[in-house]
Structures are given as C-alpha cells and as structure tokens.
C-alpha cells in the first residue's frame, strides 16, 4: 500500500539553528499536510499544500510540494525550544476526498 | 469555540471487556474521523463519516471494531471483544474542508 517515509526519525539541535526534514512517497498525492503534535495532544495543521512546486510560509516554518509529487519538505527557521514535538507529513489519497496517509513522524528536540 | 471533545482521556480494561471511545466533533463540522496512534504503526485512519454517514471504513482493523455517528455532534468507536494490541491512542478529528481536519486531544486506551 501507500507508505509516506520521513527523515530523519528523530534530531537534536541548538537553539537557534534551522532545521530541515522531509517526506518521501513511491506514490503521487494532490495535496501535502504538515502537522504538529505535542506530548499529551492531538497532531495540529501547520502548512498545507496544494500544487507541485508550491512553497509555502508560516511564520518561521517554510514548506514545500516537490515537483514529482512525491515528497515534501518542511525548514524551520531559528529553532525555539517550544518546537519539540513530532513533526508529521500526511498525503492526500485522492484528490477531494478526505483520507490522508500520514508520515511516519520526525521527532524534534531543542537543546537551549 | 470549543474543539474536538473526546471522553474518556484514558481508559484501562481487561481483554474482553467492551470499550467505546466518545467524540464530540467541532460545531459545523460536516465530516469525522477515527485514527489510531501506536509506536509500530503510526497515525492510522480508521473510519471516517461525512454528513454522519461513514464514507470509508478500510481502515478498521477487524469486526471487534465499530463505529456509529447517530447525528451530527456525537460519534462512537465500540471495541468488543477488547484485546491487548488494541492498546493504543485514538484520535478523532473533525473538518468542514478535507485539508483542514482538526484532531481532538485523544483516548489512551491500554488493554491488559
């Protein structure tokens, strides 16, 4: 079936550094989600994606939709210590439906 | 406006014990989901309903796993038989657009 793999699974960093991660897929989706959870919470949207190419900001957090359609990337910018948590990329199944694969998790950590 | 509300947070029970997990969707919402959360699996969708009519039930694992939307702010996930790999953590999440599902805070469920 459809597997979304992230790296890296896990990463320590200083704060203030830039950090970088991405999402792989043998598989073509129409739309690409970046999610955050949190210990003791639910995964909540940071970026959404929409066409190949596509960049896209939030804030400190800068996503991309690869032109193959098959990965994604998300850089955060000047880590702060409330980045901890795991980062996820889901993918759309098919276009206007509602299922999405989810990533695998890249699991941050801040060292201030 | 208050999120997604999902009872109980934690729930412990012996194998073969019936378990139902609660969701309270965001008002408005016109579509829900069920996933489960586990270290081996990652973030998998379970079942997901639009306009309280379940859409797409692949994702449920075996018939021990049920779930019923009877109108539009209140959805159930029913276990029965419980068994101890149905340890795990439960979303539900709720949208109005696919790309924007908002997830509630989660069901840690531990089955002995």
């Known amino acids: 079936g459809q597997q979304l793999n992230q790296s890296p699974q896990s990463m320590f960093i200083q704060e203030g550094e830039d950090v970088s991660m991405n999402c792989t897929s043998s598989s073509i989706f129409n739309t690409w989600l970046w999610y955050k959870q949190e210990p003791g919470e639910g995964p909540v949207l940071l970026i959404a994606?929409?066409?190949?190419?596509e960049l896209t900001s939030n804030g400190r957090l800068t996503a991309q939709f690869g032109i193959t359609r098959k990965d994604s990337f998300l850089n955060i910018s000047a880590s702060i210590p409330s980045d901890v948590g795991i980062y996820f990329c889901a993918g759309q199944v098919t276009s206007g439906t509602y299922k999405y694969i989810f990533g695998t998790g890249t699991r941050l950590k801040v060292l201030a | 406006d208050a999120g997604v509300i999902q009872s109980p947070r934690h729930e412990v029970t012996e194998m073969g014990q019936e378990v139902t997990l609660r969701c309270k969707p965001i008002?408005?919402?016109?579509?829900l989901f069920w996933y489960r959360q586990t270290m081996m699996r990652g973030l998998e969708l379970l079942i997901y309903?639009?306009?309280?009519?379940?859409?797409?039930d692949s994702g449920m694992p075996e018939d021990r796993f049920s779930a019923k939307m009877p109108n539009a702010s209140f959805s159930t996930l029913k276990i029965q038989p419980s068994e101890p790999r149905d340890s795990a953590v439960y979303f539900c999440?709720?949208?109005?657009?696919?790309?924007?599902?908002?997830f509630g805070p989660g069901t840690r469920l531990t089955v002995l």
């Open positions: 008002s408005g919402h016109n579509s």
């Open positions: 999440a709720s949208s109005y657009y696919p790309d924007t599902q908002y």
């Open positions: 309903f639009n306009n309280n009519v379940p859409i797409d």
């Open positions: 994606l929409y066409k190949a190419g």
